[in-house]
């Protein structure tokens, strides 16, 4: 087997079970899960009715087509019109997570004392990807007082010449923070100087609060620095947030069309077409925004209510996209999380399992992430008890 196996750290929801063994909550207090960022609004139904219509079709092997996505991308961000070849720019995929993980593999040079520079909370994909390529992780701690941004500035020079891949999350995971434009010009910036790749986990992109302002992407970025071709750029994006179709197992990579080749013939071996109902359903829910908007008015709602419950005892910042609440709870974040559950019959996920500890400690220590995802009644009831478990 694989030695680098060894090295990989136990997953999260793994931990989390371990943490609640033994537990028994209320029973006249149904319990609420908010650790997992699983949709679980309805699903759009002119999507399910294209699935259904199309299921004829699973007699054959797919070809792939990416003509929906580049256009969702050049709408979505405001790229100039033709400037995302579908052909070469795009390729769907049956879930991003698989994809990012499968990107780092076909990314890393092994030979060359490979590093992946990534966010510090991260999604957990990012390490393990890492890992198993033969790369050293580097985490880049994401502060508070930085708006929960990279602190590029304090990365070593030596770092980046060795870093390979550095991943960006925006809307982020856990802490929903935002990157600019200028950010995203700065990243680019260094991947030139150092000769490295941006790949940009962007899965959460039309989930947040303010509809006057948009997260901006890497492509964005990359189109008004002047970079047409999106050199250096690797994109994810995924209907499981945006359209709430998280079983549907369907998302795309686009940037670059040099390193957008060198990913497909890798997944020529690696990876499977998407199957044609799969890709007539994803097709539809990527031209339709409206839904998008509908299920964006949800959490939007969620956040609305939830937030004077739980700003007033945990002072939560509210985040400028995603579905999560990154709550710091001045205390042990495991000791909490056991607690709550114990009395109170709620589900969250310790800060400390999605963060690694570095010179200046975990900087998920003393933090839960609580997703949003419940329906509106179970997310306000959910804050209530939060609010009486803390007084």
Not at 157 to 183: D, H, K, M, T, Y
Not at 303 to 327: D, E, K, S
Request: glycine letters at 6%; proline letters at 9%.
């Amino acid at each position: 087997m694989n030695p680098r196996l060894h090295a990989l750290h136990p997953y999260p929801f793994e931990r989390l079970a371990r943490l609640k063994s033994g537990l028994t909550p209320p029973a006249q207090l149904k319990h609420i899960a908010m650790s997992i960022g699983e949709p679980q609004h309805a699903p759009p139904q002119f999507v399910l009715e294209t699935l259904k219509r199309s299921l004829d079709q699973l007699d054959c092997y797919p070809s792939t087509a990416g003509t929906a996505c580049a256009a969702w991308l050049t709408r979505r961000f405001g790229l100039k019109e033709g400037s995302v070849d579908p052909d070469s720019m795009v390729l769907p995929v049956n879930g991003t997570r698989e994809a990012l993980f499968a990107f780092v593999q076909a990314a890393v040079d092994p030979t060359r004392a490979p590093l992946v520079a990534l966010p510090n909370p991260f999604y957990q994909i990012y390490e393990g990807a890492a890992v198993l390529a033969g790369a050293e992780p580097y985490f880049i701690d994401t502060p508070p007082e930085s708006g929960y941004q990279p602190d590029l500035a304090a990365v070593p020079e030596a770092i980046w010449r060795r870093c390979q891949v550095l991943i960006l999350c925006s809307p982020g995971n856990p802490s929903g923070a935002v990157l600019p434009l200028e950010f995203f010009s700065r990243a680019l910036d260094l991947a030139e100087r150092h000769d490295f790749i941006v790949a940009s986990d962007e899965c959460y992109a039309d989930i947040y609060q303010d509809e006057a302002a948009p997260p901006p992407g890497l492509l964005e970025a990359a189109e008004a620095s002047g970079r047409a071709a999106f050199e250096r750029c690797v994109v994810f994006h995924s209907l499981s947030k945006r359209s709430s179709l998280p079983g549907l197992r369907s998302g795309f990579v686009a940037g670059n069309a040099a390193l957008l080749e060198r990913f497909l013939r890798y997944r020529t071996y690696h990876g499977s077409a998407m199957p044609v109902p799969t890709q007539l359903g994803s097709i539809a829910a990527w031209g339709d925004d409206a839904h998008a908007r509908d299920n964006r008015r949800l959490y939007q709602e969620k956040f609305a209510r939830v937030l004077p419950l739980l700003t007033p005892v945990l002072g939560i910042r509210p985040p400028a996209g995603a579905f999560y609440l990154w709550a710091q709870v001045g205390r042990d974040d495991e000791q909490f999380t056991r607690e709550l559950y114990a009395r109170q019959n709620i589900t969250v996920l310790p800060g400390s399992y999605l963060a690694r500890a570095g010179a200046r400690g975990n900087p998920g220590a003393q933090h839960v992430r609580i997703s949003l995802v419940p329906p509106l009644s179970q997310c306000v009831e959910a804050a209530e008890r939060i609010v009486e478990f803390l007084r």
